[in-house]
Protein backbone atom coordinates (compact mmCIF):
# COMPACT_ATOMS: atom_id res chain seq x y z
CA UNK A 1 0.00 0.00 0.00
CA UNK A 2 3.02 2.20 0.66
CA UNK A 3 4.22 1.77 -2.69
CA UNK A 4 1.19 2.83 -4.61
CA UNK A 5 1.01 5.90 -2.15
CA UNK A 6 4.48 7.00 -2.82
CA UNK A 7 3.71 6.36 -6.61
CA UNK A 8 0.17 8.24 -6.84
CA UNK A 9 1.97 11.12 -5.22
CA UNK A 10 4.61 11.09 -7.78
CA UNK A 11 2.90 10.62 -10.73
CA UNK A 12 2.12 14.08 -11.44
CA UNK A 13 5.93 14.52 -11.17
CA UNK A 14 6.16 17.66 -8.73
CA UNK A 15 9.15 19.72 -7.85
CA UNK A 16 8.35 18.94 -4.20
CA UNK A 17 7.04 16.02 -2.71
CA UNK A 18 6.39 16.28 1.23
CA UNK A 19 6.58 13.14 3.04
CA UNK A 20 5.40 12.85 6.29
CA UNK A 21 6.28 9.95 8.10
CA UNK A 22 5.85 7.54 5.89
CA UNK A 23 7.32 4.87 7.24
CA UNK A 24 6.64 4.55 10.65
CA UNK A 25 3.76 2.22 10.76
CA UNK A 26 5.89 -0.10 9.05
CA UNK A 27 8.28 -2.87 10.75
CA UNK A 28 12.13 -2.47 10.52
CA UNK A 29 12.30 -4.81 7.44
CA UNK A 30 9.94 -3.04 5.18
CA UNK A 31 10.88 0.20 6.48
CA UNK A 32 14.37 -0.14 4.84
CA UNK A 33 13.17 -2.06 2.05
CA UNK A 34 10.85 1.02 1.23
CA UNK A 35 14.22 3.74 1.98
CA UNK A 36 16.08 1.64 -1.08
CA UNK A 37 13.05 2.71 -2.82
CA UNK A 38 12.68 5.97 -2.20
CA UNK A 39 15.95 6.77 -2.82
CA UNK A 40 15.98 5.27 -6.54
CA UNK A 41 12.63 7.31 -7.47
CA UNK A 42 15.02 10.46 -5.93
CA UNK A 43 17.32 9.42 -8.96
CA UNK A 44 14.97 7.98 -11.11
CA UNK A 45 12.76 11.24 -11.28
CA UNK A 46 14.83 14.06 -9.79
CA UNK A 47 12.76 15.23 -7.48
CA UNK A 48 13.14 17.78 -3.95
CA UNK A 49 11.37 16.05 -0.77
CA UNK A 50 10.75 17.06 2.45
CA UNK A 51 11.31 14.44 4.55
CA UNK A 52 9.41 14.61 8.53
CA UNK A 53 10.55 11.80 10.59
CA UNK A 54 11.08 10.70 14.31
CA UNK A 55 13.64 8.21 13.09
CA UNK A 56 17.47 9.59 13.68
CA UNK A 57 18.90 7.16 11.07
CA UNK A 58 16.09 7.16 8.56
CA UNK A 59 16.95 10.96 8.13
CA UNK A 60 20.83 10.70 8.46
CA UNK A 61 20.53 7.93 5.68
CA UNK A 62 17.43 9.74 3.16
CA UNK A 63 18.80 13.20 3.81
CA UNK A 64 21.24 15.34 2.08
CA UNK A 65 20.55 17.89 4.99
CA UNK A 66 19.09 17.18 7.89
CA UNK A 67 17.18 20.46 9.71
CA UNK A 68 16.59 19.83 13.92
CA UNK A 69 13.64 21.05 15.68
CA UNK A 70 13.57 22.71 18.86
CA UNK A 71 10.13 21.94 21.13
CA UNK A 72 7.71 24.27 21.14
CA UNK A 73 8.15 27.10 19.97
CA UNK A 74 9.53 25.06 17.05
CA UNK A 75 12.48 26.35 15.70
CA UNK A 76 15.49 25.25 13.67
CA UNK A 77 18.53 24.64 15.93
CA UNK A 78 21.14 22.88 13.98
CA UNK A 79 21.35 22.34 9.99
CA UNK A 80 23.45 19.42 9.01
CA UNK A 81 24.61 18.56 5.75
CA UNK A 82 24.68 14.52 4.96
CA UNK A 83 28.05 13.89 3.17
CA UNK A 84 27.11 10.40 1.11
CA UNK A 85 26.29 11.02 -2.65
CA UNK A 86 22.86 8.76 -4.09
CA UNK A 87 22.14 5.80 -4.01
CA UNK A 88 23.59 5.01 -0.51
CA UNK A 89 24.31 1.54 0.06
CA UNK A 90 22.58 -0.31 2.63
CA UNK A 91 25.45 -1.37 4.72
CA UNK A 92 26.29 2.43 5.12
CA UNK A 93 24.04 2.43 8.11
CA UNK A 94 26.99 0.18 10.02
CA UNK A 95 29.90 2.88 9.33
CA UNK A 96 31.77 4.83 11.85
CA UNK A 97 30.80 8.30 10.39
CA UNK A 98 27.43 7.60 9.94
CA UNK A 99 26.86 6.49 14.18
CA UNK A 100 29.40 9.53 14.51
CA UNK A 101 26.39 12.01 12.71
CA UNK A 102 23.39 10.02 14.04
CA UNK A 103 25.39 10.45 17.28
CA UNK A 104 25.36 14.40 16.98
CA UNK A 105 21.91 14.48 15.93
CA UNK A 106 20.53 12.48 19.02
CA UNK A 107 22.80 14.61 21.27
CA UNK A 108 21.41 17.96 19.33
CA UNK A 109 17.72 16.62 20.17
CA UNK A 110 18.44 15.55 23.72
CA UNK A 111 19.98 19.43 24.38
CA UNK A 112 16.55 20.99 22.84
CA UNK A 113 13.67 18.86 23.66
Known sequence: RMRVSIARALVAEPQLALFDEPFGALDE??????????????????????????????????????LVMSGRPGRIVEDIEIPWEYPRPPELRYSPEFGRIAGHLSQTLEAHA
Not at 35 to 41: D, G, P, W
Open 29 to 66: ITRLKMQTELQRLFQLKRFAAMFITHSISEAVYLSSRV
